[in-house]
């Protein structure tokens, strides 16, 4: 700087944290950020990923060591940068490479036999759980095949903990092939936070889906919390496909088919759910036969709608409703597209709600391509689904990740919202950004409210002052806002809804 040049100290304080700013919201990203994409069907077949932001998504090719097919299990840090991922074989570290202890998962030889070259043919075969109270601790729980039994499935419900502080930072399996539980059991996993926001309720099904196994994942055990009958007819040869809890947390949903004569009828069935107690109480199901298998379920991120699919067309219902069946229509069908060689038709397989709110599609076969819902909470065939329209860098094979709602907090005013002491129970992310921001006082701001609950935008001047208030609709998620004629400097914006708030800081800056 010349000299005798006066510094403006103020104007310099503001640069310094309008750099913070820029700097956090460029790496802003979440636990459930990441898709990994690829199995090994050559010695120089290539893998991929897909990184997602809250609005919108990149497809990257890259080289990595863990294949993967239908099963998938990863979680990142809050930045978005990759910790733990799993393919029912091994257990990987955020190099893509095996894990300290990492190898061996599942033991047998079903598991070898598929695991070491593709990853496991499992739809949600594994699913990775911050452990409660240790944010650095995580359980993995993983399922497998089994040749020595006559359904092929076997009968041990398996969890291992991983430790990423372990082996300079890349992690390792402390605890390995814990068996949780002992049945026989369905192909699918799904997860959900308890109603007092630390805990995690885990459920398997049965091997027909008749039943529901409960876990329940505290800061000291791992328990099994019983086995519901939830009062279906079941699918006697077996169960494989997609259990999914709602955003919410409020339902739970399911569909797969069961074989009659050379053909497939298919049913989906929703369940309410008590994130207090863990019972599941059965709402409808629905037959949605067009003689093809089934194995997809996913709700819209709003939890109002879901979908279910067999290998042919997609379905949605509305679960708000008091006739729910009334709301059954169909949204997509599939055409003849062929994926590049080898040929295979790119059909509907299983489905993600991914971080930037759209649903995504696999097909049964080795293809470069994905179906994408680009507006899932919205009514019918507006929800738009785009065939085969996402090309990809590497051949995928089903895979899916399994990503519970990472942020669900605790259920407010339930009797089971008793864990005071717990830092974050009332903090919660609403997935809100502010941009541009630095800005001129006049910005856009993004979020998700929770289903049906009005909020409140609130913005704070350094001294705590509040110097604007909107309310915000319940069926609101874009906002423009003009602060005009406030001073330069660094606020605090705060939107509330249903007893939890979340916090962005927000630079003004005129020359």
Same mark, same amino acid.
């Given at each position: 700087?010349?000299?005798?040049?006066?510094?403006?100290?103020?104007?310099?304080?503001?640069?310094?944290?309008?750099?913070?700013?820029?700097?956090?919201?460029?790496?802003?990203? #979440?636990?459930?950020?990441?898709?990994?994409?690829?199995?090994? +069907?050559?010695?120089?077949?290539?893998?991929?990923?897909?990184?997602?932001?809250?609005? &919108?998504?990149?497809?990257?090719?890259?080289?990595?060591?863990?294949?993967?097919?239908?099963?998938?299990?990863?979680?990142?840090?809050?930045? #978005?940068?990759?910790?733990? &991922?799993?393919?029912? +074989?091994?257990?990987?570290?955020?190099?893509?490479?095996?894990?300290?202890?990492? !190898?061996?998962?599942?033991?047998?030889?079903?598991?070898?036999?598929? %695991?070491?070259?593709?990853?496991?043919?499992?739809?949600?075969?594994?699913?990775?759980?911050?452990?409660? /109270?240790?944010?650095?601790?995580?359980?993995?729980?993983?399922?497998?095949?089994?040749?020595?039994?006559?359904?092929?499935?076997?009968?041990?419900?398996?969890?291992?903990?991983?430790?990423?502080?372990?082996?300079?930072?890349? %992690?390792?399996?402390?605890?390995?092939?814990?068996?949780?539980?002992?049945?026989?059991?369905?192909?699918?996993?799904?997860?959900?936070?308890?109603? $007092?926001?630390?805990?995690?309720?885990?459920?398997?099904?049965?091997?027909?889906?008749?039943?529901?196994?409960?876990?329940?994942?505290?800061?000291?055990?791992?328990?099994?919390?019983?086995?519901?009958?939830?009062?279906?007819?079941?699918?006697?040869?077996?169960?494989?496909?997609?259990?999914?809890?709602?955003?919410?947390?409020?339902?739970?949903?399911?569909?797969?088919?069961?074989?009659?004569?050379?053909?497939?009828?298919?049913?989906?069935?929703?369940?309410?759910? /008590?994130?207090?107690? #863990?019972?599941?109480?059965?709402?409808?199901?629905?037959?949605?036969?067009?003689?093809?298998?089934?194995?997809?379920?996913?709700?819209?991120?709003?939890?109002?709608?879901? +979908?279910?699919?067999?290998?042919?067309?997609?379905?949605?219902?509305?679960?708000?409703?008091?006739?729910?069946?009334?709301?059954?229509?169909?949204?997509?069908? $599939?055409?003849?597209?062929?994926?590049?060689?080898?040929?295979?038709?790119?059909?509907?397989?299983?489905?993600?709600?991914?971080?930037? #709110?759209?649903?995504?599609?696999?097909?049964?076969?080795?293809?470069?391509?994905?179906?994408?819902?680009?507006?899932?909470? !919205?009514? %019918?065939? /507006?929800?738009?689904?785009?065939?085969?329209?996402?090309?990809?860098?590497?051949?995928?094979?089903?895979?899916?990740?399994?990503?519970?709602? +990472?942020?669900?907090?605790?259920?407010?005013?339930?009797?089971?919202?008793?864990?005071?002491?717990?830092?974050?129970?009332?903090?919660?992310?609403?997935?809100?950004?502010?941009?541009?921001?630095?800005? $001129?006082?006049?910005?856009?701001?993004?979020?998700?409210?929770?289903?049906?609950?009005?909020?409140?935008?609130?913005?704070?001047?350094?001294?705590?002052?509040?110097?604007?208030?909107?309310?915000?609709?319940?069926?609101?998620?874009?906002?423009?806002?003009?602060?005009?004629?406030?001073?330069?400097?660094?606020?605090?914006?705060?939107?509330?809804?249903?007893?939890?708030?979340?916090?962005?800081?927000?630079?003004?800056?005129?020359?």
């Amino acid at each position: 700087m010349r000299k005798g040049k006066k510094i403006n100290a103020p104007l310099i304080l503001i640069l310094l944290l309008l750099f913070l700013v820029i700097k956090e919201s460029a790496v802003a990203q #979440g636990k459930n950020h990441v898709w990994l994409l690829g199995h090994h +069907y050559s010695s120089t077949s290539a893998e991929g990923r897909i990184n997602f932001t809250q609005n &919108s998504y990149s497809v990257l090719s890259e080289q990595r060591v863990i294949p993967f097919m239908d099963t998938q299990a990863n979680i990142a840090d809050e930045n #978005g940068n990759i910790l733990i &991922s799993s393919n029912g +074989y091994f257990i990987a570290n955020a190099t893509g490479d095996t894990m300290q202890n990492g !190898s061996g998962l599942n033991p047998n030889q079903c598991t070898y036999d598929y %695991g070491h070259q593709y990853g496991l043919p499992i739809p949600y075969g594994t699913i990775i759980l911050p452990m409660p /109270d240790d944010s650095n601790k995580y359980v993995l729980f993983h399922q497998t095949c089994n040749y020595n039994s006559p359904i092929l499935i076997d009968s041990n419900f398996y969890y291992s903990i991983i430790d990423v502080t372990h082996d300079n930072g890349l %992690g390792e399996v402390i605890s390995k092939n814990n068996v949780a539980h002992t049945d026989v059991f369905g192909w699918g996993i799904a997860a959900c936070k308890h109603a $007092n926001g630390r805990d995690w309720w885990v459920v398997v099904l049965s091997f027909d889906a008749t039943h529901a196994h409960t876990f329940l994942v505290t800061p000291d055990t791992i328990q099994y919390f019983g086995n519901q009958n939830l009062q279906i007819a079941g699918f006697p040869f077996g169960f494989a496909g997609q259990p999914t809890f709602s955003p919410d947390g409020e339902k739970f949903a399911f569909s797969c088919s069961n074989v009659v004569g050379m053909s497939y009828q298919s049913k989906v069935q929703l369940f309410d759910f /008590d994130r207090c107690s #863990g019972v599941f109480s059965l709402d409808t199901v629905i037959d949605f036969t067009d003689g093809n298998i089934s194995y997809a379920t996913a709700f819209s991120s709003n939890s109002k709608y879901l +979908y279910f699919a067999t290998t042919e067309h997609i379905h949605q219902i509305n679960t708000d409703t008091s006739n729910i069946g009334a709301t059954y229509q169909l949204v997509a069908t $599939n055409d003849t597209f062929l994926s590049a060689p080898p040929v295979f038709y790119t059909n509907f397989y299983l489905m993600y709600l991914a971080a930037n #709110g759209k649903i995504y599609i696999t097909s049964t076969s080795g293809v470069l391509d994905l179906h994408e819902m680009d507006y899932p909470d !919205s009514a %019918g065939i /507006d929800c738009t689904v785009n065939l085969h329209n996402i090309h990809l860098p590497c051949f995928n094979v089903g895979t899916v990740p399994n990503h519970p709602n +990472y942020y669900l907090g605790r259920l407010v005013g339930s009797p089971c919202d008793t864990l005071t002491s717990v830092k974050d129970l009332t903090e919660h992310d609403f997935k809100f950004s502010v941009s541009p921001n630095p800005n $001129n006082g006049n910005f856009r701001i993004m979020y998700l409210l929770p289903q049906n609950k009005s909020g409140k935008l609130e913005i704070f001047d350094i001294n705590g002052r509040v110097v604007y208030s909107q309310n915000l609709p319940p069926w609101s998620t874009l906002q423009s806002v003009s602060l005009s004629r406030v001073a330069n400097g660094v606020y605090n914006c705060s939107i509330t809804s249903n007893g939890e708030r979340v916090h962005k800081k927000l630079v003004v800056f005129n020359e």
